[in-house]
């Protein structure tokens, strides 16, 4: 019988390949990098956010409208099926206080390892330098070319990643093989990726973070889209997980107009600041503000919205305040990109979920072609979502390969 052949060795293919030969079958997984999981080394700053706490129905609501996709596959394994694999491979992990798990080591490479142990210990042979080249559908099984040889399989299970981080190999070449046999394709773009601003202040601003506020992505053409979070201000513009967030729907050029005080009505701030002018006498203006902006911003901010600073505070009337209240309520920046798909997190669009049972991740186009991970149209929100959504469709993908190659569709774990 011929294998079952794996291509891309992140998480979504380490995880469907040790399932794959768990459930009895024979794995080839290959690799184009000369080491597997160099993607998932960074992810999470290197400590490598593995899974949230959430329950299937939040997981589910952080994929932007795709996420029912995902049910079948978390059904099959979700956050205790993926920690329970890890422990057995040798790997704790722990929660935080944002609900985010973490190997206790705080070491993505400590992951990495305990996935590739999950395949080895099931026999899967691991083949590096590896890339494929084309993928061929004959009769009854594949012909797969790659830089080495050609290689038979009698099922595929595409986990090529996205095409963000691209020094880490995730380079798209998922959407070519699965165009090659038929598949459409969404059109990818970067999604989790820090913005570009055009106000030059702003890189003075480097490292300020800026918790809790709300920003509105306005676009021409477009509805606003709201989300609120942290952000964080860069050499290049804003990050931050409420930034992240709304780089998915960015189109070309944006304005964000940023709440920095959202918990307040303006009204109620301008009243705030009013009062605190009463109690500064005679300190000046951008001094008695700190209880609304960080020290860093107050000057900056006047500035742009062409208020004087170092007027006395005695001599601050309401319609100062109301002016200051509508620059901190309303802080606008102008967005000329994103920072490309070479920093994104995660990969927008992909091959289009309407051609995959969701049941069994196979295609309704090629019999015998799987799919797993970011190579799909499903991308979600910061917190571990992706890297667990990454690992329940490849173990999920590796055991239906190997129940209809084996002849035993009811094989479960």
């Known amino acids: 019988m011929l294998p079952i052949v794996v291509i891309g060795a992140g ?36 400590r490598c956010n593995i899974t949230s706490a959430v329950d299937r129905d939040t997981f ?19 956050r205790e099926e993926l920690l329970d694999l890890l422990a057995r491979a040798g790997v704790h992990c722990q929660v935080d206080h944002q609900g985010k798990y973490f190997p206790i080591t705080n070491q993505s ?95 003075d601003l480097a490292g300020l973070s800026l918790p809790d506020v709300e920003v509105r992505l306005v676009q ?12 964080l201000l860069t050499h290049k513009g804003v990050s931050g997980p409420v930034i992240l967030r709304l780089s998915r729907e960015l189109k070309g050029t944006a304005s964000l107009h940023i709440n920095l005080q959202p918990a307040m009505t303006r009204p109620e701030l301008a009243s705030a600041i009013l009062e605190r002018f009463a109690q500064g006498g005679r300190q000046h203006i951008k001094n008695c503000l700190h209880d609304f902006l960080p020290h860093r911003l107050v000057s900056p901010l006047l500035t742009a919205a062409g208020i004087e600073m170092d007027r006395l505070a005695a001599q601050a009337g309401r319609r100062t305040a109301e002016q200051i209240a509508q620059a ?20 927008a669009g992909g091959v289009t ?18 799919f797993a991970g970011e190579v799909l149209d499903l991308d979600g929100d910061t ?14 993908a590796g055991q239906s390969a190997a129940a209809a190659l084996l002849g035993n569709p009811g094989n479960n774990r």
């Open 11 to 46: 998480p979504a293919g380490l995880l469907a390949a040790g399932r794959a030969a768990e459930c009895g079958a024979q794995v080839r997984l290959l690799e184009k990098n000369h080491q597997p999981g160099r993607k998932l080394l960074i992810t999470g700053a290197g």
């Open 60 to 78: 589910v609501a952080q994929f932007f409208g795709q996420g029912r996709f995902l049910y079948p596959a978390l059904q099959t394994m979700y």
């Open 109 to 203: 490479g400590d992951v990495l390892a305990a996935m590739l142990r999950y395949g080895q210990r099931q026999g899967v042979h691991l083949a590096t330098d590896s890339a494929v080249s084309s993928i061929v559908k004959k009769p009854d099984h594949f012909e797969i070319t790659t830089s080495q040889k050609t290689v038979l399989a009698g099922a595929v299970i595409l986990t090529t990643g996205g095409m963000t981080y691209p020094v880490t190999g995730s380079t798209g070449d998922g959407y070519r093989l699965a165009a090659q046999l038929g598949h459409s394709i969404v059109p990818p773009r970067p999604a989790l990726a820090p913005l570009i601003t055009e106000q030059s202040y702003v890189r």
């Open 220 to 231: 021409p053409g477009q509805k606003p889209v709201i989300q609120r979070g942290d952000l």
């Open 328 to 347: 901190i309520s309303d802080w606008t920046l102008s967005v000329t990109g994103t920072q490309g798909v070479h920093i994104a997190m995660v990969t």
């Open 353 to 370: 979920l309407r051609e995959i049972n969701p049941a069994t991740l196979e295609s309704k186009l090629v019999p015998g072609l799987y």
């Open 383 to 396: 917190g571990g979502f992706n890297l667990q959504a990454a690992c329940s469709t490849g173990y999920l």
